[in-house]
């Protein structure tokens, strides 16, 4: 059994026993946690899902070297990756395209969506280097005709053409298309892209758990006190104020 349905078969014990708000003791909480048995070959697993889904290629390496935990893909297909997140977290938009297409030329044919930000991007670029022409000339020979095929395309199109409008971008009520968390969000969704094209997971599965660890203790407050875990960057035990 993988570790994420063990987490998942004791979590739900613990919050079945409490089916009335109560008092657990420390002694019986931990307990109850050691008597979960979880293989150090599935811990570290989930750590080198961890490190190969974020492109932690040479902690992924090392990582491989100290513990004996081969990953389910190629290293060197990370660096690849790596470069085309990197290229359009730079705004180097057309770099990343080519990346990509190096990488799999199916990834862009089969998503249409991808592209379109990919172009999208592209044309947040040039308004942001206040290349106006050629921003408008982009917008109608490679943005515009998808447009027309898809009426969500056409409403982010005509949203980000509307920056051209405003002679200070940055204070524009449009300006979040210029933040860095812009760039981010189309790295995010290529990197998920090229992981899937490559038949792993586009998100790493640690925090997954994390957010479940955090659901399940806010539905167990309602029902018992407890030692919970409110640092989760060490994981320790805290007792219930009295």
């Known amino acids: ?16 026993m409490a089916t009335s708000k109560k008092v657990i003791t420390r002694i019986d909480w931990e307990k109850k946690l050691n008597d979960v ?49 990197k290229a359009v977290q730079c705004g180097n938009v057309e770099d990343a395209i080519e990346k990509v297409n190096d990488l799999n030329p199916e990834i862009l044919d089969t998503n249409p ?26 917008a109608q020979e490679e943005l515009a005709p998808r447009g027309e095929e898809n009426q969500s395309f056409l409403e982010e199109l005509e949203r980000t053409v509307s920056l051209l409008a405003f002679e200070d971008v940055t204070k524009c009520p449009l300006g979040d298309l210029l933040d860095i968390s812009q760039r981010l969000k189309t790295a995010s969704e290529v990197n998920a892209a090229i992981l899937t094209s490559q038949s792993h997971e586009k998100d790493p599965k640690l925090p997954s758990l994390l957010k479940m660890l955090i659901w399940v203790q806010n539905q167990l407050d309602e029902k018992a006190t407890y030692p919970r875990i409110n640092d989760f960057s060490t994981a320790a035990l805290e007792d219930p104020a009295v």
């Open 37 to 85: 048995k979880v293989r150090k070959e599935d811990t570290n697993q989930l750590v080198m899902n961890f490190l190969v889904t974020e492109g932690y290629v040479d902690a992924a390496e090392k990582f491989r070297a100290e513990s004996g935990t081969e990953p389910d893909i190629d290293l060197a297909t990370i660096t690849d990756r790596m470069a085309v997140k």
């Open 1 to 16: 059994m993988s570790l994420f349905w063990i987490v998942i078969r004791q979590l739900a014990e613990i919050q079945a």
């Open 113 to 138: 969506q991808l592209f379109f930000h990919l172009q999208q991007q592209r044309l947040i670029e040039l308004i942001r280097n206040g290349k106006v022409e050629e921003a408008l000339e982009f």
